[in-house]
């Protein structure tokens, strides 16, 4: 997940972001109660995202997830309403936003995550932090137990992160603090994959609703060795959405593919370098990626091994494939040097392999 930082805004042009959201939106909010009172803590806003309604109102904690129209939830913004909540005179409030917002754009790129953010389309994120509720009933950490009519969520954590959030527990950490959270996806187009093929970069681009793509490009600037200082560079228009190619001879060292809409604003990105982002994927023959990884160079999906057997170079094997496995992936090779030479390996002459424990 890439994110790029937009200029600072006032809050009404956030509730203008929302009103002009795809639709429907997911209207989630929790309370707490704080003595005898209850205190309106959460608010997620999430656009394009369809949620079942619920009230659920527990001994200390409250939750309700509404499906409303962009209208409605930017006039609830702006006017801090939560809506309508059962038993409560005039319902609950949260706090006018004071000062500025300062959103970001979340790209769909790979290997970069942000805290909740979405990961299928690019989308606009700001939050606000209206600061602490002293003496609230509820921990983060607490069961959420009610009447056999309430369903049981074994922490509130869990409880906010199905119900407010649409993530999973591990997501949220930390204590139970107010936040306003506001997210919109766009859904006119995105980068779905990027491949490497016979001398091209190939990038797959989708659109999430008809005619989306109308007007936009695809735009990259590549170098292939990390020493040179010209770039290359290619504009593609699209007409829709499917496979577009640019003729790069090799996999670049560096590479910047942007997608931007007909007023040249970025809506998603895909890139990579020696030291940011994920390579493309090589197709085409083993033989073939074969001869492109040995000349690639090391890097954090790629690791030579120029001999097994011995317990040390095992155990650093095994960390290497632990590593890969419980991240993004990567490729090993075993029989090269680091300075990419090919020196083979005869296995006949590694020892047991199970000493890498």
Known sequence: MGIISLPAEDWGQVANRIRKADGPIAWCWAAARAGADWKFALLTIRGATRIARNFLKYPNLMISTQEISPATAAKRFATGAAGPVPHIKGGLRFASQQGQANPFWMTTEPEHRYRLALADWPHYYVNSNPGPLSNLHVGMDDPVLGGSDLPYYPSVRAALADLVYGVAPAELQGAFNPEILV???????????????????????????PSGLAGFSLRAAWRLEPGQSAWSKSDLPLTGPGMF??????????????LVDASSMLVDRYQWSDVVGQRPQVLGPLSARLARWVTEGEHEHLEYKQELGHEKVNRSFADTVAAFANGDGGIVLVGVADDMTVVGWDRRNAKDQRSAG
């Open 245 to 258: 190619t640019f003729v790069t001879g090799d996999v670049p060292a560096e590479m910047s593919v942007i």
């Open 183 to 209: 997210r919109l996806p766009d859904l006119r187009g995105r980068v779905e994959s990027v491949a490497f093929k016979q001398g091209t970069v190939q990038v797959t681009v989708a659109q999430g609703k």
